[in-house]
């Protein structure tokens, strides 16, 4: 994650309207936060991706591995059950999830760059 923030931030440094900024005598500070609200929009984007995945197989894994009760335990004994009804509502609570994080990804993004938001 560091990398890949650390790879954006160096894409947008070199751009056109950061030497403006520069050429303009902005500060060091100012520079940096037209760098870092440019480059937050991918960063965003990543980490929500990023984060869904990662909640997900972690309580998959841990309620499995150590037996816990819980949306994944619950889930993967009606996979093995052919419960037709649990795996639909775990499915589709799963994709509600991902379609509440694109969607506060989007907020984010649209304030984070007005010029999202105008599209």
Known sequence: MVRYASAETAAVVGTDFVKLVRA????????AAHVLRNAAAPIVALFSIRVLGALLLGVYLVEAALGMPGFGLVTLEAIRDRDVAVVLAATLITSLLGVLGTLAEDA???T?????GSE
């Open 24 to 31: 303009n005598g902005a500060p060091p500070r100012r520079v």
């Open 108 to 110: 984010v993004t649209a």
């Open 112 to 116: 984070l760059d007005p010029r999202v």
